[in-house]
């Protein structure tokens, strides 16, 4: 029955503040994307787009977002599936100082990539913020989260620029830019994509020598990565890139909690 079930459909939803990604699994491939921005009408539009996407058996549902809106998110995911679990355990020994305090999205990314790689891995994550997390892999045994750093991502620190200074404007920033700019613009996009490839190579460098995890590979997420790709950020370290990396971990941590087996690997 266990096997039967594991086949079946599941979706996992990532709720932010203004901000809700929700992705479709099946036979361990993410087979449908729906990313929702700002909160007007944001139950009303998950569930449509829910509606309009089959059968679901689980839904495996992790938030950060206010206790009025998580609530009304979850009712709508709730009455579209069969089975509803939040905040799965990630499944790790979380070995931070104070566990309460790690945000559950750098623990589903940790677990995601120890099911991808099987293996120790240094797990970079770019989007609004840059993560760069240690987790150890031992064969038998639950994996361990050790910590790691986290710092702004490309748009924040574009924002905290033109809020902190008063002569410089607002810039969309890019990836890839070119290290010499020619006029206030090009500075600040070089100043940030430059400045987040040093900073991501120096953590992950410093965090896997502190980790004791020197030879392990980078495993890189998150909705800004190409900043890291645009040139290559990690020459010397093997990297995988997993653009569903959190969700991949919160679906195998949710299929835990409902004790069905994970359908890959």
Known sequence: ?????????????????TRCKVRVWEG?????????EGLARLPERVGSWLAGN??????????????????????????LVRTLC??????????????SQVGLDR???????????????????LGTALTVDAV???PGERGSFLGGAIAPGPELQARSLAEGAARLPLVEPIAGPPPLGRDTEQAIRS?????????????VEGVARQAGLEEAPVVLTGGARRFLLE??????????????????????????AVGSPAPWG
């Open 191 to 203: 100043g940030i994509g430059e400045g987040l490839r040093g900073a991501a190579r120096s953590l």
């Open 231 to 256: 040139p290559h950020a990690f020459t010397d370290r093997p990297l995988r890139e997993e653009a569903e990396l959190v969700h991949r971990g919160l679906f195998i941590a949710g299929l835990e």
């Open 107 to 125: 623990l589903y990314g940790a677990r995601g990539a120890l099911e991808l790689l099987g293996s120790s891995a240094i797990v970079v994550d």
């Open 86 to 99: 939040e905040a799965p355990d990630p499944g790790l020994e979380n070995l931070c100082r104070v566990p």
């Open 1 to 17: 029955m266990a096997g039967e079930r594991s086949a079946l459909r599941g979706l996992t939803v990532d709720l932010g503040n």
């Open 28 to 36: 361990g491939r993410c087979q449908a994307r729906g990313d929702f």
């Open 136 to 138: 150890l892999h031992r």
């Open 54 to 79: 089959g059968a679901i058996e689980w839904a495996f549902v992790s938030s950060v977002a206010s206790p009025q809106l998580a609530e009304r998110v979850i009712g709508v995911v709730r009455s």
